[in-house]
């Protein structure tokens, strides 16, 4: 079964852009997607968008659509976020998820912290 | 739009917790649950409405389709004190309730 291992804590200044990375070790990501997750502090989870490193597509929501990209790097089986424009509000826990079958997530990482402040 | 109710429920050890989920839309059986405990991430307890994922016990039960789902979870355990989601995936965005969260009586 894959595990998925996050990069560490990040602090940004509000309008730079940080990039999480998310390396899947017991597999290949050639039958995942991977999505990724957003969590603000005491509050619920969102959906980002999703890699399908197999195709090389990316499928983002629109809320963060022009501000995120999602990628993957096959021979490392490592997937990342990038989040662009940062403000004080993108403060939150980002999780990276494999998806088993489209949209269901069954393997999460343990979660990267970003703190955006001036 | 995912709904959650209740925000909070408060249950004694060994008791039964029911908690609903209702869709703005139909999403068939296309709904997932997950358990949150803090500081952890999530973990997948149900998919396709009413399937169990692996390794998760017997006492979590879904059920439902369409817009109306249901948790259940029959004599909680200590380790069953947490925050439960529903998810959609029918539909893009993927979108989750804001949670439900059980704590103790």
């Known amino acids: ?118 | 739009v995912m709904t959650q109710s209740p925000a909070t429920l408060s249950v004694s050890p060994g008791e039964g917790a029911t908690l609903s989920c209702r869709a703005s839309q139909s999403v068939s059986s296309y709904l997932a649950w997950y358990q949150q405990r803090p500081g952890q991430a999530p973990r997948l307890l149900i998919y396709g409405a009413s399937t169990r994922a692996t390794g998760i016990p017997a006492r979590f039960s879904g059920s439902g389709s369409g817009t109306e789902f249901t948790l259940t979870i029959s004599s909680l355990q200590s380790e069953d004190f947490a925050v439960y989601y529903c998810q959609q995936y029918d539909n893009w965005p993927r979108t989750f309730g804001q949670g439900s969260k059980v704590e103790i009586k």
Not at chain 1, 28 to 53: F, H, K
Not at chain 1, 94 to 106: N, P
């Open chain 1, 1 to 118: 079964q894959v595990q998925l291992v996050q990069s560490g804590a990040e602090v940004k200044k509000p309008g730079s852009s940080v990039k999480v990375s998310c390396k899947a070790s017991g597999g290949t990501l050639d039958n995942y997607a991977i999505s990724w997750v957003r969590q603000a502090p005491g509050q619920g989870l969102e959906w980002m968008g999703n890699v399908m490193a197999i195709f090389g597509t990316s499928n983002y929501a629109q809320k963060f659509q022009g501000r995120v990209t999602i990628t993957a790097d096959e021979s490392t089986t490592t997937a990342y976020l990038e989040l662009s424009g940062l403000r004080s509000d993108d403060t939150a826990v980002f999780y990276c998820a494999t998806e088993f079958s489209t949209g269901i997530f069954d393997q999460w990482g343990q979660g990267t912290l970003v703190t955006v402040s001036s």
